[in-house]
């Protein structure tokens, strides 16, 4: 069984950045492609970067330009840069995974992801 944990999240100011950590246990990430996602309260669950297992990465368009997805496989861990940060940012962040096969679909439908994380906090605000 897959076991996602999240880290990095916090308060920032306006402006600010953080980068996000998924490290994963018993399992290599990059046979799984993965997904980064956001909640804000009140809100659904919106896709906001993925990365394939062959290492092709995608960014939501209300985030693109300010988030990048990248992936350490020495340490088993999958990152979400973000910078530019704005009030409207503040979520709770998860990240997911979904075992890679010839000819799944990739993309931000939730649907999509097996394996959830626990979520960490990111607050933007002054």
């Known amino acids: 069984q897959l076991q996602l944990v999240e880290s990095g999240g916090g308060l920032v100011q306006p402006g600010g950045s953080l980068r996000l950590s998924c490290a994963a246990s018993e399992a290599t990430l990059n046979n799984y492609n993965i997904g980064w996602f956001r909640q804000a309260p009140g809100k659904g669950r919106e896709g906001v970067a993925c990365l394939t297992s062959d290492g092709r990465g995608y960014i939501a368009y209300s985030v693109k330009g300010r988030f990048t997805i990248s992936r350490d496989n020495a340490k088993n861990t999958v990152y979400l840069q973000m910078s530019s940060l704005q009030a409207e940012d503040t979520a709770v962040y998860f990240c997911?995974?979904?075992?890679?096969?010839?000819?799944?679909?990739?993309?931000?439908?939730?649907?999509?992801?097996?394996?959830w994380g626990q979520g960490t906090q990111v607050t933007v605000s002054s």
């Open positions: 997911a995974a979904a075992p890679s096969r010839p000819g799944d679909k990739v993309g931000f439908d939730v649907a999509l992801y097996n394996y």
